[in-house]
């Protein structure tokens, strides 16, 4: 069974509310009434009721039975507001403009994940990343114990002698710009609980990556990745975590045997720590143009999920998403 048929069987033994805050654009009503269909979530799209529905009836989406709520007039908007500003007063937001944001369908999803009317949330297909993560980061937060939210991009790769057969667990590959040392620890351990307590990775081993293999080059942004890796160990010593390695030494066990000898992750690595989000985010994107991998994202780190899809995603890809934050909200 591949990873996403894992994810699917985990979301339909405990189906899960999910939000759909762009609810009348077509690939997002096609996605769910697939959910509906499919047992794999309960869906709740938001819009304008009529829009909605006529949108849904023009590309042949059925929503028998899918909730769909319009923040302008529905009976939660002004408890939502309260609530906003109640979370939001100290930072200056005013009793107005929190009656505003909670009439805007990302805010309104928000809290409905906050306030425990949705298990969670994905969007994107209309939405930047930034026009989600910042009312999430603020209005949601970090489970506790978590400073830094990142995300994983789960890594299908037709080559099965990689990774746990084929999957590899990237990090981060759309958060944060320029993480610090602490931040890349964090990060890495927060990535190696992604790949065993959602994709089922048995023993996670977390490669710390850079240009430099163990001392191979010297440079301070080595430096940092060979910091973040003491941090990182010090942080779950019971992790099989190495760096700095480079991809392939992290890779293929005979350049991992001669870089980077007796490492328990070198060369059978299945989580990859970039250290920043231009490499992170250059590397997912060349494994699935180039490699033929499927890619799949998740944030981690919020205390309740929501998560993101490229505006260039298919109705699958939001299906897929849906179905791994009903995992997510199901821990
Ligand atoms: C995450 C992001 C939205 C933060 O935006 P920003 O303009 O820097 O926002 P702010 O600094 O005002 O932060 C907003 C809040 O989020 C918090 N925050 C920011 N980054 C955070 C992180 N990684 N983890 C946890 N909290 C974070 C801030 O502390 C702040 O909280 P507060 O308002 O309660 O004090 C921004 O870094 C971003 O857009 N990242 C994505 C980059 C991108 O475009 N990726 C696309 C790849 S596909």
Redesign the pocket.
């Known amino acids: 069974m591949s990873m996403i048929e894992r994810v699917y069987a985990k979301a339909r033994a405990d189906v899960k509310r999910i939000v759909l805050p762009e609810g009348d654009e077509e690939r997002t009503l096609l996605a769910a009434a697939r959910l509906k269909a499919e047992g794999l979530a309960e869906p709740i799209l938001l819009g304008n009721e009529a829009a909605v529905r006529a949108e849904a009836a023009r590309v042949g989406a059925d929503l028998t039975g899918l909730t769909v709520l319009d923040p302008e007039t529905s009976e939660k908007t002004e408890s939502y507001a309260e609530a906003l500003y109640e979370l939001?007063k100290a930072?200056g937001l005013s009793r107005e403009a929190a009656g505003s944001l909670a009439r805007d369908v990302m805010y309104y999803g928000i809290l409905m994940v906050k306030l425990g009317d949705a298990d969670g949330l994905v969007s994107g297909a209309v939405h930047?990343?930034?026009d989600m993560?910042?009312p999430a980061?603020?209005i949601i937060?970090?489970k506790p114990g978590i400073?830094?939210?990142?995300s994983s991009f789960l890594m299908n790769c037709p080559n099965h002698a990689l990774g746990d057969e084929g999957l590899l667990v990237y990090a981060d590959?759309?958060?944060?710009?320029c993480p610090t040392a602490e931040?890349l620890a964090e990060i890495a351990v927060t990535s190696a609980y992604t790949a065993r307590d959602l994709c089922g990775v048995e023993t996670p081993r977390v490669a710390l990556l850079s240009f430099s293999t163990k001392g191979s080059a010297s440079h301070e942004l080595v430096t940092k990745v060979q910091k973040a890796v003491e941090l990182a160990h010090a942080l779950a010593p019971e992790l099989l975590l190495d760096g700095e390695l480079q991809p392939d030494a992290a890779l293929v066990p005979e350049v991992g045997a001669r870089k980077a000898p007796g490492s328990a992750v070198a060369g059978k690595a299945n989580v990859l720590i970039f250290p920043d989000?231009q490499s992170g985010?250059i590397a997912y994107k060349l494994t699935q143009r180039i490699g033929g991998a499927e890619a799949y994202a998740v944030l981690q780190?919020l205390a309740k999920p929501c998560n993101?899809l490229?505006r260039g995603c298919s109705v699958q890809d939001i299906v897929n998403t849906a179905a791994l934050t009903a995992v997510q909200a199901q821990a």
């Open positions: 939001r930072k930047t990343t930034g993560l910042r980061l603020q937060k970090m400073h830094i939210v990142s590959c759309i958060v944060n710009p931040e989000l985010n780190g993101d490229s």
